[in-house]
Structures are given as structure tokens and as C-alpha cells.
């Protein structure tokens, strides 16, 4: 059964008692509940957002970022630099994001050096999530105007490229992915794995935060005994007064929140860090935009988005500065007026040019490390800022990814970063390098991250890292992590279809020992 806050009386205190807790319904969160619910265990899964079946997905873009992401969107960096959209509702980002599959390449699972975690070793669990939400290839006659121009201009080039691999069917190319699918497209975590989940006695509660975990000393290591959460109205804001109280009492604890309320739930719980680790080492894989500007209309947001990416400069093998993907991006009215330089008449000169831009993101595998310290009983302060390796790679992607605009066919190339670069040739790209660094360590030049990970990660030694390769929390007996959070670096590819396989993972080691 799945409740909400309308199950719920006003001022009603409930406790609930399961073999296992699950915080969190994206792609971690979820895999974990189903295997485990699968083999018969009790489980309870917890999350902090609403309940958003597809008749609700109204595809609008005020109705549905307040519901789809913590902060509506707007959750910033402490400095305002970088804006990170981070998923909630029942299947977590799973829900708004675009589908894209991709697996870890094994020169990062070689740099981590953990055991169990290299390509060879995962590539039962990766298959089976991929067949579980049958992951394709993007068909041709599903490659928009859009994606169809970035690959023109990435082939004129040379450069490496491909059509990238999607969990999606019966897609109507609406083109409204980020805020929802209405038409039940996505083969997500709420279409797949839930109804399994509940038909095998799974109990979910939507609209529920975490306030904290309790816990007691047992031997040398904590153990979890129950956790707090409160209540709160469907559809109301996360910070809303809540309506009611509620308390679970399990075995086994897992918590799959992501990678910034994770940390934050686990300082905010005090449970035991001697090393000082919790919230360190926060990898964003930030991205920033050059956007071509055409003659012809290329209506970027129509369609099935990002199926083409270029690969010319996103070498793990020989790391350097060979740290930056290239991938087709796509927004909406309020998220392209939010990136748009400009004021007045100029921004809405700009606007007026929204069916002639083809923006290409460019994402950067990143070596900055941040933190996340929880503030209050709900916030957290974020602390990010690129290291001068990494802005070097993202001024240089952000050129590379004019050029490959330029080679399509583009009359200018905007970045969009206060005032605006506007380049009408490679060679003027080239010699506005500095003004686009300068705008970049100046915060005059947006970024966004879809990706944050890493920061309650995975390590043998618990003085190097907070969390076992299995999953396990060393300073807790009873607890683990199936989210983003587990990862010792960026993965630099989208971390969805990783996350769905760590939480098989971690699933599978709990079977293996209770």
C-alpha cells in the first residue's frame, strides 16, 4: 500500500515495525526495497516527497519543479554559483530525469581499487537492471532536430560520438521529460519496481522526512534502533508544519536519500564519525551551456532529448584534462529565461531567439571536492567551489562544444554568462578564452549539477572512507547506503543506471547475512 499524508490523522503519532527501512525511492532506494521485499522481507519504504502518478504530471513547469525537486529547483551552492537539481517524490530523480543509461567505465572501478566493484564483477547486476527496464539504444527516427544537428557538427569534426542508450517505451516525444512524464514512458523505479514492490507486501509512505536516525552503542561499533520522521500535507513544502509524527522500528536500516540529504541525515542522527568524513568530498559533475544560434528553427525542448553525445574530450584512460562530456541539452520557458543573459528588452530579445538555439551542456567529470554540513533541522549548506584544473576543462569544453556548433552550421554562439559571450566564428571563441575564465571564477557564468554524488563514499579502511564496498556504514552495525553517495569520485557519466546496480548490490549482501 502506498500512503500519504492523507492516511494520516492531524497530531496523530504512529509507530510501524518492518525487518528492513529503506530511506529514499530513487534508483538506489527502490532496487534495494524490491529485492528485498522480493526474498520475503518486511520492508518499509520511506520518502520525503509526494506520491506523482503519470495523471498528475501536468507538465507545467510552476506546478511540477516544487514538486519534483527539493527547493523547486532552486537549491544553490553557499556561494550561488552552482545550482543543483535534486530529485524527490516516489522514484526519487528517477522521476524527472532523461532517461539516459549509461554504465561506469572500468577505469574508474580500476581507480577505486574496491573489491567487487569492477566491470567484470558487476556486469551480471548491471544486466539485469538494464533488462529489468529495458534499456535500448535510441531508435533513428527518435533523434530530433536538435540531437540531429549536434551529431552533424560532431562528425564534420572527426570527433568520437554516439547515440546514447535510454529506459523508455512507448514515448510519444512530448518532450517534457524533466518535469515528469505524463504519459508513463519512463521505465523508471515508480512504473517498474513498485507495483512488484507492493504486490510482494511492500509498504510505502510518501510526504515522510527523516528528522533522525536513533541509535546505541553496541560493542565498539553504533547500532541503529528506530528512526524519527515527521509528517507532512501532500503537495505541501518539505519545511511545511507537519500534520503528524511517525516512528519505525526495523532490523536493518538503508538509507538512500542521495547524496546531499544523506550526509545530512546521518550528522544530523550524530552517529559516530571519528574521521571527520560525513559530508566530504562532494563530487557535483557540473555542467554549463554554449548555446549555437541557427538560421532555421531547431525547437531544442521537441522530442525525445539527449540521444547524441560527443566523446572527443572524456578519455578516462588518459584523465588530464580529457574530463568533459558533451551532450544535447534542452529547457523549458522558465528554465531557458533562467539562463539567458540579460535584462529587459534584451532578455526578451533573447527569449525571441529560443526556437533558433541548440544548447549543448558540457559536463564535467570533476576532481573539486566540496562539502555538505546539515543546517537546521531541514537545510544544508552546500560548499562547492571548481578547482583551477577543473575550470580550466570546462573553459575548454565550452569552446570545443562552439566548435562543434560552429561545424553544424551555426551563424553565432552565445555563453551565456553575464554580459555575454557572442562569437560569430571559431577564431572569436577562441579569443574570448579568458573573458569566459574570468566570468567562470567570477560566478558571472552559471552552473548546474544533476549529478551530486560522492559524499558519504566507499572504502575498505573506515579512517579513508565511511562506508564498506558492500555498502555498510563501518560505524554501524545495522545500516547502510544504496544511493550516490557511495561513490569515491564522480563517475563522469550519468550515475542513474549505477545507482539502480548499487542497490541490487547492496540488497544482495544483506540477503547474503540475515
Same mark, same amino acid.
Given at each position: 500500500?502506498?500512503?500519504?499524508?492523507?492516511?494520516?490523522? $492531524?497530531?496523530?503519532?504512529?509507530?510501524?515495525?518492518?525487518?528492513? !527501512?529503506?530511506?529514499?525511492?530513487?534508483?538506489?532506494?527502490?532496487?534495494?526495497?524490491?529485492?528485498?521485499?522480493?526474498?520475503?522481507?518486511?520492508?518499509?519504504?520511506?520518502?520525503?516527497?509526494?506520491?506523482?502518478?503519470?495523471?498528475?504530471?501536468?507538465?507545467?513547469?510552476?506546478?511540477?519543479?516544487? @514538486?519534483?525537486?527539493?527547493?523547486?529547483? +532552486?537549491?544553490?551552492?553557499?556561494?550561488?554559483?552552482?545550482?543543483?537539481?535534486?530529485?524527490?517524490?516516489?522514484?526519487?530523480?528517477?522521476?524527472?530525469?532523461?532517461?539516459?543509461?549509461? @554504465?561506469?567505465?572500468?577505469?574508474?572501478?580500476?581507480?577505486?581499487?574496491?573489491?567487487?566493484?569492477?566491470?567484470?564483477?558487476?556486469?551480471?547486476?548491471?544486466?539485469?537492471?538494464?533488462?529489468?527496464? +529495458?534499456?535500448?539504444?535510441?531508435? #533513428?527516427?527518435?533523434?530530433?532536430?536538435?540531437?540531429?544537428?549536434?551529431?552533424?557538427?560532431?562528425?564534420?569534426?572527426?570527433?568520437?560520438?554516439?547515440?546514447?542508450?535510454?529506459?523508455?517505451?512507448?514515448?510519444?516525444?512530448?518532450?517534457? !521529460?524533466?518535469?515528469?512524464?505524463?504519459?508513463?514512458?519512463?521505465?523508471? /523505479?515508480?512504473?517498474?519496481?513498485?507495483?512488484?514492490?507492493? %504486490?510482494?507486501?511492500?509498504?510505502?509512505?510518501?510526504?515522510?522526512?527523516?528528522?533522525?536516525?536513533?541509535?546505541?552503542?553496541?560493542?565498539?561499533?553504533?547500532?541503529?534502533?528506530?528512526?524519527?520522521?515527521?509528517?507532512?500535507?501532500?503537495?505541501?513544502?518539505?519545511?511545511?508544519?507537519?500534520?503528524?509524527?511517525?516512528?519505525?522500528?526495523?532490523?536493518?536500516?538503508?538509507? /538512500?536519500?542521495? /547524496?546531499?540529504?544523506?550526509?545530512?541525515?546521518?550528522?544530523?542522527?550524530?552517529?559516530?564519525?571519528?574521521?571527520?568524513?560525513?559530508?566530504?568530498?562532494?563530487?557535483?559533475?557540473?555542467?554549463?551551456?554554449?548555446?549555437?544560434?541557427?538560421?532555421?528553427?531547431?525547437?531544442?525542448?521537441?522530442?525525445?532529448?539527449?540521444?547524441?553525445? !560527443?566523446?572527443?574530450?572524456?578519455?578516462?584512460?588518459? =584523465?588530464?584534462?580529457?574530463? %568533459?562530456?558533451?551532450?544535447?541539452?534542452?529547457?523549458?520557458? /522558465?528554465?531557458?529565461?533562467?539562463?539567458?543573459?540579460?535584462? =529587459?528588452?534584451?532578455?526578451?530579445?533573447?527569449?525571441?531567439?529560443?526556437?533558433?538555439?541548440?544548447?549543448?551542456?558540457?559536463?564535467?567529470?570533476?576532481?573539486?571536492?566540496?562539502?555538505?554540513?546539515?543546517?537546521?533541522?531541514?537545510?544544508? $549548506?552546500?560548499?562547492?567551489?571548481?578547482?583551477?584544473?577543473?575550470?580550466?576543462?570546462?573553459?575548454?569544453?565550452?569552446?570545443?562544444?562552439? @566548435?562543434?556548433?560552429?561545424?553544424?552550421?551555426?551563424?553565432?554562439?552565445?555563453?551565456?554568462?553575464?554580459? #555575454?559571450?557572442?562569437?560569430?566564428?571559431?577564431?572569436?571563441?577562441?579569443?574570448?578564452?579568458?573573458?569566459?575564465?574570468?566570468?567562470?571564477?567570477?560566478?558571472?557564468?552559471?552552473?548546474?549539477?544533476?549529478?551530486?554524488?560522492?559524499?558519504?563514499?566507499?572504502?575498505?579502511?573506515?579512517?579513508? =572512507?565511511?562506508?564498506?564496498?558492500? +555498502?555498510?556504514?563501518?560505524?554501524?552495525?545495522?545500516?547502510?547506503?544504496?544511493?550516490?553517495?557511495?561513490?569515491?569520485?564522480?563517475?563522469?557519466?550519468?550515475?542513474?543506471?549505477?545507482?539502480?546496480?548499487?542497490?541490487?548490490?547492496?540488497?544482495?549482501?544483506?540477503?547474503?547475512?540475515?
Amino acid at each position: 500500500m502506498i500512503h500519504t499524508g492523507y492516511h494520516f490523522k $492531524k497530531g496523530e503519532a504512529r509507530t510501524i515495525q518492518a525487518d528492513v !527501512c529503506v530511506i529514499g525511492s530513487g534508483a538506489g532506494g527502490a532496487t534495494a526495497a524490491w529485492k528485498l521485499a522480493a526474498y520475503g522481507r518486511k520492508v518499509v519504504l520511506l520518502e520525503a516527497g509526494d506520491f506523482l502518478p503519470p495523471q498528475v504530471m501536468s507538465q507545467r513547469e510552476d506546478e511540477m519543479l516544487p @514538486r519534483l525537486f527539493y527547493a523547486a529547483g +532552486g537549491r544553490k551552492t553557499a556561494d550561488r554559483r552552482i545550482r543543483i537539481l535534486h530529485g524527490k517524490g516516489l522514484g526519487g530523480s528517477t522521476l524527472h530525469n532523461i532517461n539516459l543509461c549509461k @554504465r561506469t567505465p572500468e577505469p574508474v572501478f580500476k581507480a577505486w581499487g574496491l573489491p567487487g566493484w569492477s566491470a567484470r564483477e558487476l556486469a551480471p547486476h548491471y544486466a539485469t537492471i538494464e533488462s529489468k527496464l +529495458g534499456v535500448l539504444q535510441v531508435a #533513428p527516427q527518435q533523434i530530433n532536430r536538435f540531437n540531429a544537428v549536434f551529431r552533424s557538427g560532431t562528425e564534420a569534426l572527426g570527433y568520437r560520438g554516439g547515440i546514447l542508450h535510454h529506459n523508455r517505451e512507448g514515448c510519444v516525444g512530448s518532450g517534457f !521529460c524533466e518535469l515528469g512524464c505524463a504519459f508513463n514512458a519512463k521505465k523508471n /523505479a515508480l512504473r517498474v519496481l513498485m507495483p512488484e514492490f507492493l %504486490a510482494h507486501g511492500g509498504e510505502v509512505y510518501c510526504n515522510v522526512r527523516v528528522s533522525k536516525l536513533n541509535w546505541s552503542r553496541d560493542a565498539a561499533k553504533a547500532r541503529v534502533t528506530g528512526l524519527e520522521a515527521f509528517v507532512r500535507a501532500d503537495g505541501g513544502a518539505l519545511d511545511s508544519e507537519p500534520i503528524a509524527r511517525l516512528r519505525v522500528q526495523a532490523r536493518e536500516y538503508i538509507i /538512500a536519500a542521495g /547524496a546531499i540529504e544523506t550526509p545530512a541525515l546521518l550528522q544530523r542522527s550524530e552517529l559516530p564519525d571519528p574521521h571527520g568524513l560525513i559530508g566530504s568530498r562532494l563530487h557535483l559533475h557540473p555542467g554549463a551551456v554554449a548555446a549555437g544560434v541557427f538560421e532555421e528553427k531547431i525547437e531544442a525542448w521537441k522530442g525525445v532529448p539527449q540521444s547524441w553525445e !560527443c566523446t572527443e574530450f572524456l578519455d578516462f584512460e588518459q =584523465g588530464g584534462d580529457m574530463r %568533459a562530456w558533451l551532450v544535447g541539452g534542452s529547457a523549458h520557458p /522558465a528554465g531557458m529565461a533562467s539562463i539567458l543573459p540579460g535584462f =529587459g528588452t534584451e532578455h526578451r530579445q533573447a527569449l525571441k531567439q529560443a526556437p533558433h538555439l541548440a544548447p549543448v551542456s558540457v559536463m564535467l567529470h570533476d576532481l573539486t571536492r566540496g562539502r555538505v554540513r546539515a543546517a537546521g533541522e531541514t537545510g544544508v $549548506k552546500i560548499e562547492y567551489e571548481l578547482w583551477p584544473e577543473d575550470q580550466r576543462v570546462m573553459v575548454m569544453g565550452l569552446i570545443e562544444a562552439g @566548435r562543434v556548433l560552429f561545424a553544424a552550421g551555426a551563424r553565432e554562439v552565445v555563453i551565456p554568462s553575464d554580459p #555575454p559571450v557572442r562569437a560569430r566564428s571559431i577564431g572569436e571563441l577562441e579569443a574570448a578564452r579568458e573573458s569566459i575564465a574570468r566570468a567562470l571564477v567570477q560566478g558571472r557564468l552559471e552552473l548546474v549539477s544533476v549529478h551530486p554524488m560522492s559524499s558519504v563514499w566507499m572504502s575498505e579502511d573506515p579512517a579513508r =572512507g565511511p562506508v564498506s564496498p558492500d +555498502g555498510v556504514f563501518h560505524q554501524a552495525h545495522n545500516l547502510r547506503l544504496a544511493d550516490t553517495s557511495l561513490y569515491p569520485t564522480s563517475l563522469g557519466v550519468p550515475p542513474q543506471i549505477t545507482t539502480y546496480m548499487a542497490g541490487l548490490r547492496v540488497a544482495e549482501r544483506l540477503l547474503a547475512v540475515t
